[in-house]
């Protein structure tokens, strides 16, 4: 069974920093055959995309995280990873792990974790 788990959420302070991280199982294949994500969503909004990492290590961020916000990935560790620095009230909201094939043998494939939630209060 394919999981996506992830940790790390919490209540922080503005301008303070947090790490999220997934942690992958039950995959048939190796983590690198995925492009990795973080989305988030706010209550009373959409869910966005925050942060990608492709397979192969490229990365991309929303345009109000840039610079605050930093995606890894360790395939040994089926592991990514969102390091979330200076904090703004703004960045409230659930965050979810997202997976989507990235290869011939994994494209049509993806999958979400469950969230975890990201509370920034004073």
């Known amino acids: 069974q394919v999981q996506l788990v992830e940790s790390g959420g919490g209540l922080v302070q503005p301008g303070g920093s947090l790490r999220l991280y997934c942690v992958a199982s039950g995959f048939a294949l190796s983590l690198w055959n995925y492009d990795m994500s973080w989305y988030r969503q706010a209550p009373g909004k959409e869910r966005e995309l925050v942060a990608l990492i492709s397979a192969g290590g490229l990365t991309n961020y929303a345009d109000s995280v840039k610079g605050r916000f930093t995606i890894s990935r360790d395939n040994a560790k089926n592991t990514v990873y969102l390091q979330v620095n200076s904090v703004k009230l703004e960045d409230t909201a659930v965050y979810y792990c997202?997976?989507?094939?990235?290869?011939?043998?994994?494209?049509?494939?993806?999958?979400w974790g469950q969230g975890t939630q990201v509370t920034v209060s004073s």
């Open positions: 997202y997976a989507r094939g990235a290869t011939v043998v994994t494209q049509g494939n993806d999958y």
